[in-house]
């Protein structure tokens, strides 16, 4: 059977890995420490000596099969934007971790396009964006110009209009 991994030993791992990777910056935002590059996030580790394990981002692709170990979860709050924890408590976890870190890294840090927003677009899936999103300005500003053109007509034509904002006219005005 696999050693097991106290917390203090899983924290101090992933603290020293993250920490090692070019222009890793480490920040504690809402008190918890996390890795950053390029200003972004790209582990959450978590607390000294509470935290066994690690918030990362994999590719997509990889979800369904990593969600269904015992070990990894959707994150709270930022799983539906494809973050997961994994639980750490042997080596072989510790190991499937660090590439889960590597991974949320190299997006990160080269550009490499996660998974979750490749995935929620409809062209990168293969699908037709739904029919409002096909809408383009130049569809819409006929619509608007001709809406502006019979208010104008209808002022020319000395048709009552109610002022803007709905206020009455100044007595006296009219």
Known sequence: MAATLGPDEV?????????????????????????KVKKKIFAYI?????SSGVTVK??????????????????HYIG???????????????KLALRLVDETYEQI?????GGARKAASPSAAGETPPPAAKKSASKE???????????EAA????????????????????
């Open 11 to 35: 924290f101090r791992t992933l603290f020293e890995y993250c920490g090692a990777k070019p222009g890793a910056v480490v920040d504690h935002p809402w008190g918890e420490v996390v890795f």
């Open 58 to 75: 994999p590719a997509p692709e990889e979800l369904d099969a990593l969600l269904a170990r015992p070990n990894v979860q959707l994150a």
């Open 46 to 50: 978590g607390r000294p000596g509470e």
């Open 155 to 174: 002022a020319k034509a000395g048709g009552a209009k109610k002022p803007a904002g709905g206020k009455k006219p100044a007595a006296g005005s009219a």
């Open 80 to 94: 539906r934007f494809g973050w997961v924890n994994v639980s750490i408590h042997d080596q072989a976890s510790m």
């Open 109 to 113: 840090a080269h550009g490499k396009k």
């Open 141 to 151: 500003a006929p619509a608007k110009k001709e809406g502006a053109a019979k208010k």
